[in-house]
């Protein structure tokens, strides 16, 4: 429990406090009391995810590839960012280990998890997230495609010779 801890606090001294949040409340996800919610737009992705666009238009078209990244996080074809160091990279993975050791110790205070996930709806809820999540994705990548073949304009994170490649 003392590694725990520590590995908290040094999460805490760094960026990384609220991926420390999450994987300390871990059993509370696993209750079902604190759930992840699902935005509007994955929803709606999972419903239809291959509908035509409902307006009309680039501009609509654009909004809805736009809404789908805030809900998604960057798609691949996304420009890179400045390239960091080795410094850099290993903190991140120093983090990554010390938020993987909070994390396993706050599941492990739950006695049987998986049944407890499942009997509290927590493991369908999370299959609920993972579903939506792909089907944002697909939406996404068909939104850009229907974008290319209504000749819009790329809207900056795709350029014109990327999408023509093969």
């Not at 960012?81 to 280990?97: K, V």
């Not at 493991?123 to 609920?128: I, K, L």
């Not at 939406?139 to 304009?153: I, N, Q, V």
Request: aromatic share 4%; proline share 6%; net charge neutral.
């Amino acid at each position: 429990m003392a590694v725990a801890a520590a590995a908290l606090l040094g999460a805490c001294a760094s960026s990384e406090v609220g991926r420390a949040g999450e994987a300390a409340t871990a059993p509370l996800h696993d209750l079902n009391v604190v759930r992840a919610k699902i935005p509007e737009v994955l929803r709606a992705a999972h419903k239809a995810p291959y509908r035509l666009p409902e307006a009309a238009g680039c501009e609509a078209t654009a909004a809805e590839i736009a809404a789908l990244d805030e809900a998604l996080g960057p798609d691949l074809d996304a420009p890179p960012g400045a390239e960091r160091g080795l410094i850099e990279r290993g903190s991140d993975a120093a983090g990554d280990a010390a938020i993987g050791a909070v994390r396993r110790t706050a599941e492990d205070v739950i006695p049987f998890r998986g049944w407890v996930r499942k009997l509290t709806g927590a493991e369908r809820h999370s299959r609920d997230v993972a579903a939506a999540v792909t089907a944002g994705a697909a939406r996404r990548a068909f939104l850009k495609g229907w974008r290319l073949a209504s000749s819009c304009p790329a809207a900056g994170s795709i350029s014109a010779s990327a999408a023509q490649r093969p």
